[in-house]
């Protein structure tokens, strides 16, 4: 993901990922996937299986996303949905 590479190495960028998760190119996106150096624990990746509805994916992004507003504080968010 290239929006997570180029920040992987500061704290002053959290970078959020929900995904499919899978043996396909990019190959990045893993759950250990998180972050280094400056960056470590400002990457969170969430991997998900086929099959997920809506219902599913709003009972694991909600909870994420809402600890992450919390903890983070960002002053501002920025979307990028399947650009890369």
Do not use: W
């Amino acid at each position: 993901d290239g929006v997570e590479e180029a920040f992987y190495t500061t704290n002053r960028v959290m970078t959020v990922s929900f995904h499919k998760f899978g043996e396909y190119f990019p190959g990045t996106g893993d759950v250990l996937d998180v972050g280094y150096a400056d960056g470590k624990n400002y990457s969170i990746n969430f991997p998900l299986n086929d099959g997920m509805d809506d219902d599913s994916f709003r009972s694991v992004f909600r909870p994420v996303i809402g600890k992450v507003m919390e903890r983070f504080a960002p002053g501002a968010v920025v979307l990028q949905c399947g650009a890369d």
